[in-house]
């Protein structure tokens, strides 16, 4: 099966699960997303609130060096296989100008773009124009609902004048696609995306790419990159098994040459490698541009993909990945700063002595609950809460209180260390923390 077959069937799982991902949830919770509106990180359902954000240089970690470590190993795999600018440019250039509407000639030919001036093309055009704008604003929707979930996106648009910041993120990235896959094409890949200026120093020998046996089809280009070979009796030894088809450069969405090596334009699309394989297949042989490496070139041997430098991305991943189980099994289900007033103690009547503290309490589950403090462990039969009973909080919503705490019996004079354990009255094996605070007695010599 051609690379180019594949590929459609990699874009087709990538728009399945870039369009379903937003709509699953677990428990009411979103695999991703991250909401600015009520200030949430979603991730595979649980509730990250904005203050607890301490996964998130571990995510970028991940995703970075997840890049790093694809890229060394399958080069710029990423952008031929599941780019969303390579799968829209695939959708406009070779389904709706080639397949529908017939303004290019041939899927394999990506060098020669229509006339679009002509009169018979205009219609066409506008038409196709039109077709890309439709998917624009549904692509953008399916951004967007990353950041706004699809239950509030809906109401949203319903209501514009009320939500102008999400109708203009909708039509302004769908204004951005419409100009990007129409009219800035491949340009943005080899001008704008930064990826492609890192790639080159992520690659080493045994790097997978699209890459051209200049052993057995013979040097196109000299040192100077300058082409030396333009037609098959150009090339000085009969040997050499390039036929000079040009195949592979007309196919190239980039509208680079293979043959000159790598080049930073390359998205990897594997359209040269198919493109190669069907002249070469007439001859009864094997393709002269492959999905390959260097060092298999060069040797002739097998590609290492198990090599130190894997092995090196592979143990950072695991590592990140281990980190992040650590701190998603430490996720606090609310909120709950608790700090000391200035004033240390105050000895009321009767010899009672209090702390009073400052609480700052915030619900970050997704459902209403009640909450409860209580003292526990070693002083929870000599300190009782005097201020603070419940509080009722909806989702997202937060409240600050005073905390007092009294003993109630005469405690030696100093700082105790107490815990103080908080819990959702609904669900108190689920919903709960444990909050250390210090609690202090004064010297006795100041009770009466
Ligand atoms: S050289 Fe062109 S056709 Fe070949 S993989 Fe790179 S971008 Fe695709
Ligand atoms: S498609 Fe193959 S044979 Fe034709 S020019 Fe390219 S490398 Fe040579």
Known sequence: MPFRIKRYYGYIIATIVSLSLPFITIAGNHIFLLSFDKKQLHLMGTVFDMQ?????????????????????????????????????RVIYRDLI??????LRKRISNKQKNPDYSKK????????????????ALIASANFIWFFVPPEDFFTYIMNPSEHGVVVGMLLGTAAFLIYDVIFLKEDFCIYICPYSRIQSVLYDENTFQAIYNPNRGGEIYDGDKSKIV?????????????TTCEKCVTVCPTHIDIRKGLQLE???????????????????KESLVQWSSNSAIDTGTKTKVFRTLTYMYGAAIVAIFAMLFVMG????????????????????????????????????????HTYKLEVVGKYADQLVIKRFKEATLKSGASTKDILILS??????????????????????????????????????????
């Open 329 to 368: 099994g430490t996720k606090e289900y609310m909120i709950l700063d608790i700090n000391k007033e200035a004033r240390l103690f105050k000895i009321k009547a009767e010899n009672e002595v209090t702390n009073s503290y400052l609480m700052l309490f915030k619900n970050t589950e997704p459902n209403k």
């Open 97 to 102: 100008e080639t397949k529908l509407l017939g």
């Open 120 to 135: 018979e093309n205009i219609g066409k055009r506008i038409i196709g124009i039109l077709l890309w704008s439709i998917l």
């Open 266 to 284: 390359c998205i990897n699309c594997l359209e040269c490698v198919d493109a190669c394989t069907t002249v070469m297949g007439k001859l009864g």
């Open 230 to 242: 333009f037609k098959q009796k150009d090339l000085q030894e009969e040997s050499n098994e390039c």
């Open 52 to 88: 607890e954000l301490y996964m998130m240089p571990f995510l970028l970690m991940l995703l970075f060096i997840g890049i790093f470590a694809a890229t060394a190993i399958g080069g710029r795999v990423f952008c031929g296989w599941a780019c969303p600018q390579t799968i829209f």
């Open 407 to 448: 003993a109630k019996e005469k405690m030696p004079e100093g700082n105790h260390q107490i815990t103080i354990k908080s819990y959702a009255t609904d669900e108190p094996d689920r919903v709960f923390l444990f909050k250390e605070l210090t609690f202090v007695y004064p010297p006795h010599s100041k009770l009466k």
